[in-house]
Nanobody, 126 residues
Framework: QVQLQESGGGSVQAGGSLRLSCTASGATYTRTVTGWFRQAPGKLREGVAAIYRGGAPPVYADSVKGRFTISKDNANNMVYLQMNNLKPEDTAMYYC???????????????????WGQGTQVTVSS
């Protein structure tokens, strides 16, 4: 089992930036992919970005390409999501998730993950 904890959410104005962090603990060696997802009220959970523990390039949802960057610190079991040029439509609860198999673009699908954090709220005002 892997435990995940997100941090770094908050309220910003449109055009601002936030950096989310995901801290993993437990049997982290069994999980090769970490993803960031978000869910706004009344909407389905959607994949934002995913990163492989090895060397494959990360994947991003089209809606965040060029604005968000996912990165990892394997030594400290951390994954980050740098969010720049935030828009009101980015407002959501953001979750990190851990999975066993990197599936490329399919790693933006919630069913690819077995463990989830509790989430951190991001609110972007216009």
């Amino acid at each position: 089992q892997v435990q995940l904890q997100e941090s770094g959410g908050g309220s910003v104005q449109a055009g601002g930036s936030l950096r989310l962090s995901c801290t993993a603990s437990g049997a982290t060696y069994t999980r090769t992919v970490t993803g960031w997802f978000r869910q706004a009220p009344g909407k389905l959970r959607e994949g934002v970005a995913a990163i492989y523990r090895g060397g494959a390039p990360p994947v991003y949802a089209d809606s965040v390409k060029g604005r968000f960057t996912i990165s990892k610190d394997n030594a400290n079991n951390m994954v980050y999501l740098q969010m720049n040029n935030l828009k009101p439509e980015d407002t959501a609860m953001y979750y990190c998730a851990a999975g066993q198999t990197y599936l490329g673009y399919q790693s933006l699908t919630p069913s690819a993950y077995s463990e989830w954090g509790q989430g951190t709220q991001v609110t972007v005002s216009s």
